[in-house]
């Protein structure tokens, strides 16, 4: 059973996906149980070969098959070899942890006084001082674990994987990297984790939060995002300058325009890197706002065909107008993108933006029925007690359905996720969740 697994894996993925690797090891495992310690060694090496060439040298994964190899010696009497392999694992930067790797672009300003890359929400508002770097997010032990075992359960297909997703507040900020060289070596390093992809290849993705979020809250949820995803391209966040409070929330509506320039030169700079790279980007809340504006301008300035290969385009929870996205969606089926947006009616914040701006209904609390927009209702994946504006990363059904989704555009909806079950209205067709029995 564990060989026919391998075939189907590698048939359906190929035989370099990372889930091939999980499959050779679980019979290397069975044959050194049985004795058969030159095949499970053989294997043991494979799947070794196959988990650095997808993650690199210091993943987690990877220490794992060092491990594994170096109990295997040990079993053989073979302390030289064990002890090798063991120092491997050992020596990298801390084999419980992940670190993820962020991109990123922003057009907050530097704090002048700080001495490591720190960005508070005064807003910058000449795209040529648009700042470019890399976050390395760090996901502890017990969130490693978690995402561990959730894979084990769902037979390491994480999207299809039920309970906890990670936890944003627990991911730590480890580094911030700022390009030296006006984004080269940043691309050049985007190339080489390129070059590794295998669950999502030629695929980049760009997170754009919401109202409210500092700097460090927009890298933080854009690793929690990609990790629990695997999203094994390139993933990235647009750190725009949101502020806190009530005044302040009314106003960033003009911020959110200031900085669609910035976000429109990040695209610009991806699809002029990576023409054949698909950019995915999910703006969440007020984010939905900046994502709009930035491809509503794409749209003007692509008279010869996009400046960037799009890929899906989603809104979660988004703060936005539904009258505002009706005026644009002339400009995004010209990219020839599909909207997908994800709704709720528990979604509190929306209720609070309704009431507050009192200019029309909110995409975000309610499924909307437009051309080019596949609109999901999540009503009933909330909890008690919460605002409900993030459950788009808190559900793993939403996750599952999101990773589908980029991994493979299917649509309808309810054709990738059947606890989405399309629903007909006099106003149009929607899509919404519709609990198991």
């Given at each position: ?17 990372s ?11 069975l ?22 060439k ?29 002890a ?84 944003e ?49 927009a ?45 429109l ?22 984010g ?15 008279a ?20 505002r ?113």
């Amino acid at each position: 059973m564990y060989w026919r697994a391998l075939a189907i894996r590698e048939k359906s993925l190929g035989p370099d996906h990372s889930d091939v690797a999980t499959s050779l090891a679980n019979l290397a495992v069975l044959y050194a149980t049985q004795g058969r310690y030159a095949d499970a060694e053989r294997l043991y090496k494979r799947s070794l070969a196959i988990r650095e060439k997808a993650h690199g040298p210091d993943h987690s994964d990877v220490a794992t098959s060092l491990n594994n190899l170096a109990g295997l010696y040990d079993r053989l009497d073979r302390p030289a070899e064990a002890a090798a392999y063991r120092a491997r694992a050992a020596a990298m930067p801390g084999w419980e942890v992940a670190d993820v790797p962020v991109f990123f672009a922003t057009n907050r300003i530097r704090d002048p006084q700080a001495v490591t890359p720190k960005f508070g929400n005064d807003q910058q508002t000449d795209t040529a001082a648009v700042v470019l770097g890399r976050a390395t997010i760090r996901a502890p032990k017990p969130e490693v674990l978690n995402r561990a075992e959730r894979g084990a359960q769902a037979l390491g297909q994480l999207h299809k994987a039920a309970g906890r997703q990670t936890s944003e507040v627990a991911l730590s900020v480890h580094r911030i990297d700022l390009s030296p060289d006006n984004g080269a070596s940043l691309i050049a390093e985007a190339r080489e984790r390129l070059s590794r992809a295998a669950r999502f290849p030629k695929q980049a993705l760009i997170y754009v939060h919401g109202y409210n979020n500092t700097f460090d809250d927009a890298v933080r949820r854009a690793a929690q995002i990609g990790y629990d995803l695997e999203f094994d391209g390139i993933t990235a966040a647009f750190a725009w300058p949101a502020r806190s409070g009530v005044a302040a929330y009314m106003g960033d509506r003009d911020r959110a325009a200031t900085a669609a320039p910035f976000l429109l030169h990040m695209l610009e700079t991806l699809g002029q890197a990576f023409p054949d790279v698909k950019v995915h980007i999910i703006g969440h809340s007020t984010g939905g706002e900046v994502v709009l504006n930035a491809l509503e301008r794409l749209a003007d300035r692509s008279a010869n065909g996009p400046r960037v290969k799009l890929g899906e385009v989603i809104l979660a929870h988004a703060d936005v107008n539904t009258t505002r996205l009706s005026a644009v969606m002339p400009s995004l089926r010209k990219l020839g993108v599909t909207v997908t947006s994800y709704s709720s009616g528990e979604d509190r914040a929306m209720l609070a933006s309704d009431w507050m701006r009192g200019d029309g209904a909110r995409v975000g609390g309610a499924p909307v029925h437009l051309s080019g927009v596949d609109a999901i209702d999540i009503s009933g994946l909330g909890v008690r007690f919460s605002w409900n504006h993030n459950t788009f990363v808190q559900s793993s059904m939403v996750f599952g359905d999101m990773a589908r989704l980029m991994a493979t555009g299917e649509r309808p909806p309810s054709k990738r996720t059947p606890y989405f079950a399309e629903t007909k209205t006099d106003k149009g067709t929607h899509w919404e969740f519709r609990a198991p029995k």
